[in-house]
């Protein structure tokens, strides 16, 4: 079974070096992603063997005398996720084929494809790695692979401003995750996380562990308030490039978070209960800004955003059940975690995909511009009205199964502890039913606006897909319905990782949890097959009879305009109102004036509110502290060579002292 997991590691290698050596643009698209799709695939077949046959086993790299040994630790949590940075290869590179055609007698391609290279080894590195260093190593390659990867576009501002914020939140989050690896090390004597497991840890240092974790895998993940960088990355990236970020990179975040939760099992009740928290305000927060955005990627990574809240509550109940020993609500917050993190993957994938090809159609991301697409593409508007059903939550599809799984674990939450529970998981259940309305009408917007109506700026070109795009589409649309149909089989390799993860010996009665899942989406897909049947009839009885067509009343205008439609900020608009200067918005208005009223104009602008209101200004505070100390830079090599020597000795004295 190792064996392809070198061929994995040889393929991307090649592909890197296929890559470095070849000049035409068209052989090096195809020739790189190939290669990058291959080496997937071989790294899909190790991991689906390994999940199901084998057990759990460490391979050990080198030894140090200093660091120990550097290994790679290979159990079902690992394999579960490093399925999805498989999957998510597989697809990202043939999508990436069709979608840098686009680009191949314009720019060069080499950069990009060595960073998707090198962005995909780094991810499976991470969730393979059972050493700190080689974990930190893995995850610095990550980050600077997604930079590489976002400023394909180097040229234009928002790529540059996009980039560099990504870059800077990435690097800050690490900082966090090297203070937490050395409160590890100091209670523990060892770098290896197998040894942290094992660990056991005063509750103050339990604390601190976590809130570091959380910080550093969070603003991976993208949980409030540390998610800013997301709506400014991920819509100035190649579509496949945003789809990688939004869809996998986000989840080594997650799988970190489950991590830190086996090492130090908090037990401290004000830890999943500010989680949970801080998880419902992200999916509200996130989904609340879906709606007030015009640009259809910064819409698609704000939905990430909430996406993530919902991971997050599932994995607070698991904490949950972890403190009261409850194996059934711990199984249900860990499987519905892990559940919705495979759905996210294969839905936001898919949505990011289409907003390249959207924006390959019209040649921007604004769909207050658009309109009147599924008449040009009615089987590409299908697939993508799957995706938008699959992100509500709503049956049959995938999206519903893992967020039902997160409404049994509030019950079950309620039946099983006593206190303040019931009141506590009822309030949680109306906020995640509060996200999923306001999912329905953000991507009612996205598809109405975009598909619907008639095109607010006609145009006679014709809609082009090709078809690497169409295949990656085809096969995340099938496994959306099928992860809805079929949600069994998920949630009993759930199991398989909550078995070998925790340590709970009970049976779980999790199979009637599921039949009602099933049955529901059975019902849902009746429903739907009874309008089908409806519509067909009608279109039968109408067939013979003569249809009369007059002009629409218009208010007294003369005739209809496309400027008449609904667009999206009006779609939304009382919605947003709500939330009142949550939603960080202005509205920039020139209202006419009378007799004889010149040109007015409206329009809205959204920044997000951390941003704007927190980053920013301390990033400006910062600017202004470094300012007085430019006076260090003299350029004469004895102050720097002094600098060196004093940094060194510091070093020399932490190391001597920890």
Same mark, same amino acid.
């Given at each position: 079974?190792?064996?392809?997991?070198?061929?994995?590691?040889?393929?991307?290698?090649?592909?890197?070096?296929?890559?470095?050596?070849?000049?035409?643009?068209?052989?090096?698209?195809?020739?790189?992603?190939?290669?990058?799709?291959?080496?997937?695939?071989?790294?899909?077949?190790?991991?689906?063997?390994?999940?199901?046959?084998?057990?759990?086993?460490?391979?050990?790299?080198?030894?140090?005398?200093?660091?120990?040994?550097?290994?790679?630790?290979?159990?079902?949590?690992?394999?579960?996720?490093?399925?999805?940075?498989?999957?998510?290869?597989?697809?990202?590179?043939?999508?990436?084929?069709?979608?840098?055609?686009?680009?191949?007698?314009?720019?060069?391609?080499?950069?990009?494809?060595?960073?998707?290279?090198?962005?995909?080894?780094?991810?499976?590195?991470?969730?393979?790695?059972?050493?700190?260093?080689?974990?930190?190593?893995?995850?610095?390659?990550?980050?600077?692979?997604?930079?590489?990867?976002?400023?394909?576009?180097?040229?234009?501002?928002?790529?540059?401003?996009?980039?560099?914020?990504? +870059?800077?939140?990435?690097? $800050? *989050?690490?900082?966090?995750?090297?203070?937490?690896?050395?409160?590890?090390?100091?209670?523990?004597?060892?770098?290896?996380?197998?040894?942290?497991?094992?660990?056991?840890?005063?509750?103050?240092?339990?604390?601190?562990?976590?809130?570091?974790?959380?910080?550093?895998?969070?603003?991976?993940?993208?949980?409030?308030?540390?998610?800013?960088?997301?709506?400014?990355?991920?819509?100035?990236?190649?579509?496949?490039?945003?789809?990688?970020?939004?869809?996998?990179?986000?989840?080594?975040?997650?799988?970190?978070?489950?991590?830190?939760?086996?090492?130090?099992?908090?037990?401290?009740?004000?830890?999943?209960?500010?989680?949970?928290?801080?998880?419902?305000?992200?999916?509200?927060?996130?989904?609340?800004?879906?709606?007030?955005?015009?640009?259809?990627?910064?819409?698609?990574?704000?939905?990430?955003?909430?996406?993530? *809240?919902?991971?997050?509550?599932? %994995?607070?109940?698991?904490?949950?059940?972890?403190?009261?020993?409850?194996?059934? &609500?711990? +199984?249900?917050? %860990?499987?519905?975690?892990?559940?919705?993190?495979?759905?996210?993957?294969?839905?936001?994938?898919?949505?990011?995909?289409?907003?390249?090809?959207?924006?390959?159609?019209?040649?921007?991301?604004?769909?207050?511009?658009?309109?009147?697409?599924?008449?040009?593409?009615?089987?590409?508007?299908?697939?993508?009205?799957?995706?938008?059903?699959?992100?509500?939550?709503?049956?049959?599809?995938?999206?519903?199964?893992? #967020?039902?799984?997160?409404?049994?674990?509030?019950? #079950?939450?309620?039946?099983?502890?006593?206190?303040?529970?019931?009141?506590?998981?009822?309030?949680?259940?109306?906020? &995640?039913?509060?996200?999923?309305?306001?999912?329905?009408?953000?991507?009612?917007?996205?598809?109405?606006?975009?598909?619907?109506?008639?095109?607010?700026?006609?145009?006679?070109?014709?809609?082009?897909?090709?078809?690497?795009?169409?295949?990656?589409?085809?096969?995340?649309?099938?496994?959306?319905?099928?992860?809805?149909?079929?949600?069994?089989?998920?949630?009993?390799?759930?199991?398989?990782?909550?078995? #070998?993860?925790?340590?709970?010996?009970?049976?779980?009665?999790?199979?009637?949890?599921?039949?009602?899942?099933?049955? $529901?989406?059975?019902?849902?897909?009746?429903?739907?097959?009874?309008?089908?049947?409806?519509?067909?009839?009608?279109?039968?009885?109408?067939?013979?009879?003569?249809?009369?067509?007059?002009?629409?009343?218009?208010?007294?205008?003369?005739?209809?305009?496309?400027?008449?439609?609904?667009?999206?900020?009006? +779609?939304?608009?009382?919605?947003?109102?709500?939330?009142?200067?949550?939603?960080?918005?202005?509205?920039?208005?020139?209202?006419?004036?009378?007799?004889?009223?010149?040109?007015?104009?409206?329009?809205?602008?959204?920044?997000?509110?951390?941003?704007?209101?927190?980053?920013?200004?301390?990033?400006?505070?910062?600017?202004?502290?470094?300012?007085?100390?430019?006076?260090?830079?003299?350029?004469?090599?004895?102050?720097?060579?002094?600098?060196?020597? $004093?940094?060194?000795?510091?070093?020399?004295?932490?190391?001597?002292?920890?």
């Amino acid at each position: 079974m190792i064996t392809f997991l070198l061929a994995d590691c040889i393929l991307l290698a090649f592909a890197i070096a296929v890559v470095a050596a070849t000049r035409t643009q068209f052989i090096l698209n195809r020739a790189g992603h190939a290669l990058i799709a291959a080496a997937m695939a071989c790294g899909l077949a190790f991991t689906v063997q390994s999940f199901f046959f084998s057990r759990p086993e460490t391979v050990v790299l080198f030894t140090h005398a200093s660091f120990g040994s550097v290994s790679l630790y290979i159990d079902k949590l690992s394999l579960f996720f490093l399925g999805i940075i498989q999957c998510g290869g597989i697809v990202a590179s043939v999508y990436g084929i069709g979608y840098l055609s686009h680009y191949e007698a314009a720019r060069s391609l080499k950069p990009t494809i060595v960073a998707t290279a090198l962005l995909f080894a780094s991810m499976q590195l991470i969730v393979l790695a059972n050493h700190a260093l080689l974990f930190l190593v893995a995850w610095e390659v990550m980050a600077l692979s997604g930079y590489v990867g976002i400023v394909f576009e180097r040229e234009k501002e928002e790529v540059q401003r996009g980039s560099f914020i990504f +870059f800077a939140a990435a690097h $800050v *989050g690490t900082l966090f995750l090297y203070v937490m690896f050395l409160l590890l090390h100091q209670q523990t004597g060892s770098w290896e996380f197998s040894a942290f497991a094992r660990g056991t840890y005063l509750p103050s240092v339990i604390t601190m562990i976590f809130w570091c974790g959380f910080i550093g895998f969070g603003m991976k993940a993208g949980f409030m308030p540390f998610h800013f960088w997301l709506p400014e990355a991920h819509p100035v990236a190649p579509s496949h490039i945003s789809a990688v970020l939004s869809a996998v990179m986000l989840k080594t975040g997650i799988y970190g978070l489950i991590r830190v939760i086996t090492w130090t099992h908090p037990i401290d009740y004000f830890i999943p209960a500010a989680f949970l928290l801080i998880s419902c305000i992200t999916a509200i927060f996130g989904i609340w800004n879906t709606l007030a955005q015009k640009d259809l990627k910064r819409m698609l990574a704000y939905s990430s955003i909430e996406n993530i *809240g919902i991971i997050g509550i599932g %994995l607070s109940l698991m904490m949950f059940g972890l403190q009261h020993h409850q194996p059934l &609500l711990t +199984f249900l917050g %860990l499987a519905a975690a892990l559940f919705h993190t495979a759905n996210h993957f294969v839905f936001k994938s898919l949505l990011f995909m289409s907003a390249g090809t959207i924006y390959h159609h019209y040649h921007h991301r604004n769909i207050e511009l658009m309109g009147g697409l599924l008449k040009k593409a009615p089987l590409f508007g299908g697939i993508v009205l799957v995706g938008s059903v699959a992100i509500c939550g709503l049956p049959p599809f995938n999206g519903f199964a893992s #967020e039902f799984l997160i409404y049994i674990g509030f019950f #079950e939450a309620s039946r099983s502890l006593a206190l303040y529970f019931p009141l506590f998981m009822l309030t949680a259940a109306v906020a &995640l039913a509060f996200v999923g309305g306001l999912a329905v009408v953000s991507f009612s917007k996205i598809v109405s606006m975009i598909f619907l109506g008639a095109p607010k700026r006609p145009s006679d070109a014709p809609f082009s897909i090709s078809w690497y795009e169409r295949t990656s589409l085809l096969m995340l649309a099938s496994a959306v319905v099928l992860l809805g149909l079929f949600p069994q089989t998920v949630v009993a390799a759930c199991e398989s990782v909550f078995r #070998e993860l925790l340590p709970f010996t009970q049976p779980l009665p999790w199979h009637a949890s599921v039949g009602t899942i099933t049955s $529901v989406g059975t019902i849902a897909i009746a429903v739907l097959v009874l309008i089908a049947l409806l519509m067909i009839v009608k279109s039968r009885l109408a067939a013979g009879r003569s249809v009369r067509i007059a002009v629409p009343w218009g208010c007294g205008y003369a005739a209809i305009t496309p400027r008449m439609q609904y667009t999206g900020t009006s +779609f939304s608009d009382d919605i947003v109102n709500i939330a009142g200067k949550a939603l960080n918005i202005r509205r920039d208005l020139t209202l006419p004036e009378f007799p004889l009223p010149a040109r007015s104009s409206f329009r809205t602008l959204t920044a997000d509110l951390v941003l704007q209101k927190i980053v920013e200004p301390v990033g400006a505070f910062i600017a202004w502290v470094v300012e007085w100390f430019k006076w260090l830079q003299s350029g004469k090599i004895q102050v720097y060579v002094t600098f060196s020597i $004093v940094v060194l000795l510091l070093y020399l004295f932490l190391a001597f002292q920890f």
